[in-house]
């Protein structure tokens, strides 16, 4: 899409003279909206005139953005699951968000993408295990859509351990972005920094500028002028002894990339205008994390505080045991997180019995079974690699059951989506999805081996209960749409009348 020629001689000469750097990251990102049984994604009347948030945010947000070329001047993520929406519904904005990589890749020697851990789950909270597969899937699609390894991976929520930091390394991530308060010591915003990790690793992180990129999320007078915003809001951040030294510094604004346009109305417009016009006018050159990264290794270490996210204040409890970041009584959210763990460990068991006499390797299959489900890899390749009897085709009903339970593998993963976990209530679509994905993941398995995982999942979620409503995780997993009837264990009378009480009680 566009590409001006003409203001990036402009910067070319700012960024000779410049020691003053600015760099705007953009979390792109949706969940998956569609029901996991039918592929579709069901109106969303809160989007209306649109059939769903993924196009209302499109035409408000991801489009505009790419149109004005605003993409190639950022560092940004492109969720995997929006990037496969985007991928299928709008092609010609999702080859803009490849395009402005590419861009950078070819100017610069450094793209300006970042890839995603694959489900938006919280890492700190996931098993060992799974955290490898998200970090693996993550990095096998950043690959797969942009052609070339990923150097920097966002987390979700900015949710870090030192595990979590550790197979990032051993996978080839160089660099991460934090927030400020994820620090256990006084930092320098914008600077990057060393974390030492076990067996002399290490690996770069920079934090983002906190208040500044409060303001320009919340504070609508930050954004309403882009002039203004360099003129104060840029300037009051720079360190004055590195100005008078003539030191390099770089300002980092780091938010959800849906902010431009879609949470605040006409900000698309501001950051084509900020990137172009107002901060190389007043001297700021703009740059991408691994642009400025390039010339710059970081020159000190850092220890953090772990877990910790950009978005609670209680470690990651917002996502776990639930905290006062959302408001009302939040212990529902322990029991629907008690209650994945558990349907998570059954189906995990599950795999690794049922595939020992068919997958050689269950986990690292695991691992490559994105690349075969999204069409990158096929089937012969992946049998050929992970079969037990090598190329030799199994009994094609042995095979079929395996790769069902690959299947609930995958939406065993979806079921972590972090966004189930973010907000105030169990009773809202987000918490829902997940049932959603979980109930997906118990019937691939029920299909493949008739083993029942709903009853105890029912059990245990009807533990978790909306403060709003009083209902609980097993009227949501209940109100979830027919399916046919062979596809999910029958629920058991004395289940269905004991959800039945709890919604009278409720
Ligand atoms: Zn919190």
């Not at 410049?18 to 705007?24: D, E, N, T």
């Not at 949706?30 to 209302?56: C, H, S």
């Not at 590195?242 to 938010?255: C, N």
Request: charged fraction near 25%; include cysteine; proline fraction near 5%.
């Amino acid at each position: 899409m566009a590409d001006d020629g003409r203001t990036w001689k402009a910067e070319k000469i700012v960024t000779d003279i410049a020691h003053q750097f600015l760099s705007i990251y953009g979390h792109f990102y949706q969940p998956p909206r569609d029901d996991p049984f039918t592929g579709l994604i069901p109106r969303e009347a809160g989007a209306a005139p649109f059939e769903n948030y993924n196009e209302k945010i499109t035409r408000e947000c991801y489009r505009p953005n790419a149109e004005a070329g605003n993409l190639a001047r950022i560092s940004f993520d492109l969720g995997p699951t929006l990037a496969a929406w985007l991928e299928r519904h709008h092609p010609d904005v999702y080859q803009a968000f490849l395009a402005a990589d590419r861009e950078n890749l070819t100017r610069f020697g450094v793209g300006n993408a970042l890839a995603q851990a694959y489900n938006h789950t919280i890492l700190p909270l996931a098993t060992t295990r799974d955290k490898r597969t998200q970090i693996r899937w993550g990095l096998d699609d950043f690959a797969h859509r942009f052609g070339h390894k990923a150097d920097g991976m966002w987390l979700a929520e900015t949710a870090v351990d030192q595990e979590t930091l550790s197979i990032l390394v051993e996978e080839g991530v160089r660099y991460t972005v934090l927030a400020p308060w994820q620090a256990a010591e006084p930092i320098t915003p914008g600077e990057p920094y060393l974390v030492a990790l076990p067996g002399g690793r290490s690996i770069t992180v920079f934090f983002y500028h906190g208040s500044l990129s409060a303001g320009v999320s919340f504070d609508d007078d930050v954004t309403s002028n882009a002039d203004q915003f360099v003129a104060t809001h840029l300037r009051q951040q720079l360190d004055q002894g590195k100005v008078e030294r003539g030191d390099d510094q770089l300002i980092i604004v780091a938010t959800d990339g849906e902010l431009y346009g879609h949470h605040k109305p006409l900000r698309d417009h501001f950051l084509t205008y900020l990137l172009r016009d107002s901060a190389p006018a007043q001297g700021f050159s703009v740059t991408t994390l691994a642009r400025y990264l390039k010339g710059r290794p970081p020159q000190r270490t850092v220890t953090l505080r772990m877990p910790s996210a950009w978005s609670c204040s209680h470690g990651v409890a917002r996502w776990d045991t639930g905290c006062d970041c959302t408001e009302g009584d939040s212990s529902w959210k322990h029991a629907l997180r008690v209650a994945l763990n558990r349907l998570a460990v059954r189906l995990d068991t599950l795999y690794a019995e049922a595939t020992a006499t068919t997958l050689r390797d269950p986990w690292a299959a695991r691992d490559t079974w994105l690349a075969v489900r999204s069409g990158w890899v096929s089937g012969r390749s992946f049998w050929a690699q992970y079969g037990v009897h090598g190329h030799r085709p199994l009994r094609r009903a042995r095979a079929e059951a395996t790769e069902q339970l690959l299947e609930a593998q995958y939406y065993g993963q979806s079921m972590f989506t972090s966004c189930g976990f973010f907000f105030e209530d169990l009773e809202r679509i987000e918490p829902q999805n997940d049932i959603a994905f979980a109930r997906r993941a118990i019937s691939l398995a029920w299909q493949a081996t008739h083993i029942d995982l709903q009853t105890e999942f029912l059990a245990d979620l009807a533990a978790a209960r909306s403060w709003r409503t009083g209902r609980t995780g097993a009227n949501l997993y209940r109100d979830l749409p027919a399916v046919r009837e062979n596809m999910l264990p029958p629920v058991t009378a004395a289940l269905s009348t004991a959800a039945s009480a709890d919604e009278t009680a409720a």
